[in-house]
């Protein structure tokens, strides 16, 4: 199967599937490009690719929607967190004063509103006692196993 992984690196998630045998797995990171050149940063890297799968993870952008529906097993991001709760490109601020000290992450299909697209697994942690940086560590540990999971469901080989 080949996924394209639209993220930055080192993470958990591409750690995850980098292990994995049977995947062909491509990465891009397009934040270090100008916001107009972002969506033919990702039009270019699926063009390229012709991936199967989309996953977006620690992508701080709109994924544009001629891109998203054109892969065979559609296009889903991974956000660190319980959506509904702390939508949107950067949630950490929402969920580190989230007095439920209660978090989590949710890998949900990308449709046209942002972080609104159904939801197909989610997972929570406790924040009880985690920093910042503790708490992103281990919401990118869960997302990480996560994935495995979630493209075992696609693959059933992995």
């Known amino acids: 199967m080949k996924i394209l992984i639209i993220t930055t690196k080192p993470n958990a998630v591409w750690n995850a599937l980098s292990k994995k045998e049977g995947l062909d797995l491509y990465t891009v990171d397009c934040s270090s ?4 050149s ?3 940063c990702v039009k270019n890297a699926v063009r390229e690719f012709k991936p199967e799968l989309l996953l977006t993870y620690r992508c701080p952008y709109i994924i544009p929607e001629s891109v998203y529906g054109t892969t065979l097993y559609g296009a889903y991001n991974i956000h660190p967190s319980l959506l509904p709760l702390h939508s949107g ?6 969920i580190m004063n989230d007095k439920s000290k209660l978090n989590g992450v ?3 299909r990308i449709e046209r509103v942002a972080d609104a697209g159904e939801i197909i697994l ?3 942690y406790s924040l009880e006692g985690l ?3 503790e708490a992103r560590q281990a919401a ?3 997302a990480g196993e996560m994935v495995v999971e979630f493209i075992g469901t696609i693959v059933k080989d992995v």
């Not at 490009?33 to 107009?36: E, H, K, L, R, S």
């Open 106 to 108: 949710t890998i949900h």
């Open 140 to 142: 990118d540990d869960l």
């Open 33 to 36: 490009i100008g916001i107009p």
């Open 131 to 133: 920093g910042f940086d």
């Open 38 to 40: 972002i969506a033919e």
């Open 89 to 94: 490109l950067n949630p950490w601020k929402g």
């Open 122 to 124: 989610q997972k929570s």
